[in-house]
């Protein structure tokens, strides 16, 4: 099956800022595409999410003001900016796209998602 690749991920300090990619060796990534992270411990959460349709852009609430996703047509790629990064950001990041092929992220982080990649570790400490 097509899996998505993650990368970016690392050790920071609070305050601090990564940035995280997404690919997808293969086939082009003309899909909504959401971000997901889970913890130790924690239930897996959706981030963050953008359309392919019109560019729409969706964010948990904890994010809101401090992540942004975006696309890049011509690396074919997702990416995730995480600014003023916080202890409680740490968790393994990963992506999928939504449904099979929808091209808009939905309503809510419940849904079917898709060709998940491996996941890239995320750790905020002092």
């Known amino acids: 099956q097509v899996q998505l690749v993650e990368s970016g991920g690392g050790l920071v300090q609070p305050g601090g800022s990564l940035r995280l990619s997404c690919a997808a060796p293969?086939?082009?990534?003309?899909?909504?595409v959401s971000w997901f992270r889970q913890a130790p411990g924690k239930e897996r959460e959706g981030v963050a999410c953008i359309s392919s349709s019109d560019g729409s852009t969706y964010y948990t609430d904890s994010v809101k003001g401090r992540f942004t996703i975006s696309r890049d047509n011509t690396k074919n790629t997702v990416a995730l900016r995480m600014n003023s990064l916080k202890p409680e950001d740490t968790a393994v990041y990963h992506c999928?796209?939504?449904?099979?092929?929808?091209?808009?992220?939905?309503?809510?982080?419940?849904?079917?998602?898709?060709?998940w990649g491996q996941g890239t570790q995320v750790t905020v400490s002092s």
């Open positions: 293969g086939f082009t990534l003309n899909y909504a």
């Open positions: 999928a796209t939504v449904g099979r092929g929808r091209t808009d992220c939905g309503s809510s982080w419940d849904g079917n998602f898709y060709n």
